[in-house]
């Protein structure tokens, strides 16, 4: 049977709804939120020297900013121009020139700057090198550059080698060229800046029903009786969301938020492409359930116990037995795991109380249909993936999977990276599948050469084997990067620098330098200047978390001369490598990439006809799971029970979780978070807890734990009492390194830390540095 489609963009409901207005005052005027008008205006300025370019970038390419997928102004969800300021906040990035040749001549100079001045210095020009006691980057050749790079790589086991490759509007091509190199090259020490945030999703998601990304599309939010986000901030992160939402909550839509803080953005928003939101504002989230950083496990048991107990008075009121009984297995097992649990135990990890949890519980119970939504606060645990696995539990007792309105959407925060690891761009994957002995000889045969057999390593663990013993065969000699500031993006900053200082040679391949770029390496430190999305030869291709992959074309403009398009440059350094063998690695085109990828991965059997601006196919169609028939060895979902993790907070302490501003990833727009007019250093927390600590608001405060300390103010915040939340990367300079998520080995991004007044903190510290 035919997997069966959405129809074209729904229309939206432009009849105001007052009972959905935030405010009378026109604008939000004298309101903390975002100004859209003025960071338009403010962007159009910063690119007044390419306003021709840019507007073609915006109307006729593939965002770069979110995953939400907006091709051009349009999308496949809604009619009518989509723009947002993330968007609009990235386009510098493809428009500037490249950076003045005075500012690579003193790198002292330019460690002054942060990222956020590196960034506005403009492109990287041609390749540059630096090795050690030199303060210059020197400018080198492409040919001098790749030769050198190939000469360290033939000298070194494969297993001492690493390729990482972030977010940066990196194409499905470039994903599955990198993919296919790093293997022809000897080594599976792959890995992308997706699995930092989703991994987890995928684990999760396999297991519980076989499925590795979005089972629904954007257009299921639209009607759906119930739309939750858990641990997502979507309309800071992914602000063209809103738009959705709004059409949500017009069709009759409750919207639920569970987050530690009641984010100001989920409560209120200002849509600017929507006149009525624009003008009044519109009330988004109808719930909030503030659990404890942690502690959703414990909720979503809870639940459950409310369920099966709801079950014992009235049979059939909250579980779809039908569905349950048809199409999963593991019911009885999960009944008599959630019955072991008291109330007092869920209510003391969850942070909610036994009736909070049954209103949840109803809620879900009395819908027809519900989508689940989540992003990082569920993912980056050390228990991310069983925190997935127990969304997929409620969805599946309550029939929401494979059909109209229904499902589970782990949303992403960058385009096109649904796509990295279904391009094998992933020590645990090969395209289109596990990387197992079944798609290791599937692959080999399309690709025409033998795959190494072993374990590679993620991004996290590569960086603590750049320390290991000099003789070890998995000692890191060689980092080669696209794009990436592992100093601004994972635990434990100083450790970081180490890690990285540490290299006997270094490769970024980027447009843009960052604070990484600028640290030393043993032997040399080597700079790539990539093309961008839209000036990579042939167009490129991107998947969006609906799993729509979209076509975006070469866009016309202004060019940085020595700029390559990065499918072409690992193409090149691999034939300088294995000269030998070079047939089996080379593409023409950007076409010949999408045929094969075709091929690679049976979903993606329709990449290839993809050539001109607004194609667009969807792997899978509109639903997984259609049907409730799951991709599983028995064609069902796996009710799977999940045991509370110890929530490791001592007496005193506080949970603490990293959350974000004004920013696209590391990349940061301003000091001030325009939701709640926190600043970066700021820590937000409850004033209550406040109180008691003899804490007044503004005052410098230190949270520390014996992974480190970060000082800022105090900032109060509806946020759960006995939380705290602080800004990334700011804040991550206490969170811990090494703690990894249990089955996809991501780290975690949530630790416990005492707060203190700051002097109370430095007279102790004081006090025992006398002492001793």
């Given at each position: ?366 819908a027809k249909s519900g989508v689940f939504v989540w992003s990082m606060g569920l993912t980056q645990h050390r228990f991310g993936t069983d925190n997935v696995s127990q969304v997929a539990n409620l969805a599946m007792l309550r029939g929401f999977i494979g059909r109209a309105h229904c499902g589970l959407m782990p949303i992403r925060g960058h385009s096109g990276v649904q796509g990295s690891g279904e391009m094998g761009a992933d020590p645990f994957v090969l395209p289109g599948g596990e990387f197992d002995e079944e798609n290791i000889a599937r692959i080999e045969k399309i690709w025409g050469f033998e795959i190494p057999k072993w374990q590679g ?316």
């Open positions: 049977m035919g997997k069966t489609k959405h129809t074209g963009p729904s229309k939206l409901d432009q009849w105001p709804k007052p009972s959905l207005w935030v405010s009378m005052m026109p604008m939000g005027l004298g309101k903390v939120k975002p100004h859209h008008i003025r960071d338009t205006l403010k962007v159009v300025w910063e690119n007044r020297d390419q306003l021709g370019y840019a507007y073609r970038i915006l109307t006729q390419g593939v965002c770069d900013g979110c995953a939400l997928g907006v091709s051009g102004l349009h999308d496949q969800t809604l009619t009518g121009p989509h723009l947002c300021t993330t968007r609009l906040n990235v386009l510098r990035l493809n428009t500037m020139p490249a950076i003045d040749p005075k500012w690579l001549e003193d790198v002292d100079k330019l460690r002054e700057l942060d990222s956020t001045e590196l960034r506005k210095l403009g492109r990287i020009p041609y390749p540059l090198s630096r090795k050690p006691g030199e303060k210059k980057f020197t400018r080198i050749s492409w040919d001098e550059a790749l030769s050198r790079i190939a000469a360290k790589i033939k000298s070194i086991n494969p297993k001492q080698l690493a390729f990482y490759l972030t977010a940066r509007g990196i194409t499905n091509e470039v994903y599955y060229t990198a993919a296919k190199v790093a293997r022809f090259l000897g080594t599976n020490n792959i890995d992308n800046a997706s699995r930092i945030c989703h991994s987890p999703s995928k684990t999760a998601l396999k297991r519980s029903l076989g499925i590795g990304a979005s089972s629904c599309s954007y257009k299921d939010w639209i009607g759906t009786d119930v739309l939750v986000f858990w641990g997502s901030v979507a309309a800071n992160n992914q602000p063209v969301s809103t738009k959705y939402m709004y059409a949500a909550k017009k069709a009759g839509t409750k919207i639920i938020v569970i987050n530690p803080y009641r984010e100001p953005a989920m409560e209120n928003y200002w849509i600017p492409s929507v006149w009525e939101s624009a003008l009044f504002g519109t009330k988004i989230a109808d719930d909030f359930y503030q659990v404890n950083i942690g502690g959703d496990i414990a909720f979503m048991n809870g639940v459950m116990k409310h369920w099966f107990e709801m079950e014992k008075q009235h049979p059939g009121s909250a579980i779809d037995w039908e569905f349950v009984h048809e199409h999963t297995n593991g019911i009885e097992q999960l009944k008599a795991h959630v019955a072991k649990y008291d109330w007092e135990t869920l209510e003391k990890s969850s942070g909610l109380s036994k009736e909070r949890m049954y209103e949840f519980a109803k809620q879900l119970a009395e390593d993620t991004i996290g663990q590569t960086l603590e084997n750049i320390l290991l013993p000099d003789e070890h065969e998995r000692k890191v000699r060689l980092l080669y990067t696209s794009g990436g500031n592992f100093l601004e993006t994972m635990p434990n900053p100083d450790f970081i620098r180490k890690a990285l200082e540490s290299l006997e040679m270094r490769v970024h391949q980027d447009i843009i330098f960052n604070t990484s770029t600028l640290l030393d390496a043993k032997e040399e430190v080597i700079i790539l200047p990539a093309t961008t999305r839209y000036e990579q030869r042939g167009g490129g291709t991107s998947t969006s978390t609906e799993r729509m992959v979209y076509f975006s074309p070469e866009i016309e403009g202004p060019r940085i001369e020595e700029a390559r398009a990065e499918w072409e440059v690992y193409i090149d350094l691999a034939s300088r490598v294995k000269p030998e063998a070079k047939h089996l690695i080379h593409f023409n085109n950007a076409q010949e990439i999408r045929n094969e990828i075709a091929v690679a991965n049976p979903n993606y059997d329709g990449i290839q006809y993809l050539k001109k601006q607004g194609d667009v196919f969807q792997w899978g169609g509109a639903w997984l799971c259609e049907g409730g028939i799951c991709p599983t060895a028995d064609g069902r979902g796996h009710l799977l029970p999940i045991e509370l993790p110890e929530l490791r907070k001592a007496e005193g302490q506080f949970y603490v979780t990293t959350r974000r501003g004004k920013q696209f990833n590391s990349m940061i727009y301003s000091d001030k978070d325009p939701f709640n007019a926190a600043d970066r250093y700021d820590i937000l927390m409850n004033e209550k807890d406040a109180a008691k600590l003899g804490i007044r608001e503004g005052e410098s405060i230190v949270a520390y734990n014996r992974h480190g300390m970060m000082q800022g103010r105090a900032k109060f915040a509806d946020v759960k009492q006995g939380n705290v939340a602080v800004y990334w990367p700011e804040g991550n300079v206490f969170i811990p390194k090494g703690v990894y998520e249990t089955y996809a080995q991501i780290p975690e991004y949530n630790t416990s830390a005492i707060i203190e007044k700051a002097e109370t903190f430095h007279a102790q510290k004081d006090q025992k540095y006398v002492e001793k």
